[in-house]
């Protein structure tokens, strides 16, 4: 049985060295998430354990229900932190709390892996996820409502070329698990890392999205 809360973990921790290497000028620069810098990306992946499941149903009523609001919210609330605060603080929670403890922990995992890679792509710095874990992400990210997989994915078979998964029916889309991982994510970055016949349709559906 896959433990996912050892993966939440070390995902984490992960994040939380490599943010320790980053420059100012980088913790400035834009990640794949528009609108957002590594800073305020940084501040979104830990707000709501900060907050706790209470705060984090209140930041959603006060935003009317609406996840984008509640999200800038939570990320308003840590925007006086310096980097080496928000690091302390991915440190602090490497054990996830709240919110994204729900689900097994696949919330922590499987959000904290696609923002983690939204952050390396735009200032080139790759990193191989272990397979264990991009499994586990992939295989949540699909069914996963806040992510919108569905109208992207739907007829197409997606496979991950570097690990065992694969998933649905229909046009192949082929390609390195962290490029399907970002695709099905919605992140155009990665469309040209895939292939296959069921390619051109998800990068239409992706770039509508």
Not at 25 to 34: G, I, N, R
Not at 86 to 107: C, K, M, Q, S, W
Not at 124 to 149: D, K, N, Q, W
């Amino acid at each position: 049985m896959t433990d996912t809360l050892a993966l939440a973990q070390e995902e984490r921790a992960e994040l939380a060295d490599f943010l320790a290497t980053l420059t100012p000028e980088q913790w400035d620069a834009p990640t794949l998430c528009t609108g957002w810098n590594v800073r305020d990306l940084v501040a979104h992946v830990i707000s709501y354990d900060v907050q706790g499941m209470s705060g984090f149903v209140r930041t959603l009523l006060l935003s009317g229900m609406s996840p984008d609001r509640a999200n800038q919210k939570a990320v308003d609330a840590l925007h006086e932190l310096e980097p080496w605060g928000l690091v302390d603080l991915v440190r602090r929670y490497r054990t996830p709390e709240g919110f994204t403890a729900r689900f097994g922990y696949r919330i922590a995992l499987t959000d904290g892996t696609i923002h983690h890679q939204d952050i390396r792509r735009p200032l080139g710095l790759p990193r191989t996820i272990p397979p264990e874990r991009l499994r586990t992400a992939l295989a949540f990210a699909v069914v996963a409502p806040p992510i919108h997989a569905a109208p992207r994915i739907r007829g197409l078979r997606l496979v991950a070329t570097d690990v065992d998964w694969t998933w649905g029916r229909g046009p192949e889309v082929t390609g390195p698990g962290e490029a399907v991982l970002m695709a099905v994510a919605g992140r155009a970055d990665a469309l040209d890392e895939l292939d296959g016949p069921g390619q051109a349709t998800l990068a239409a559906r992706v770039v509508k999205s």
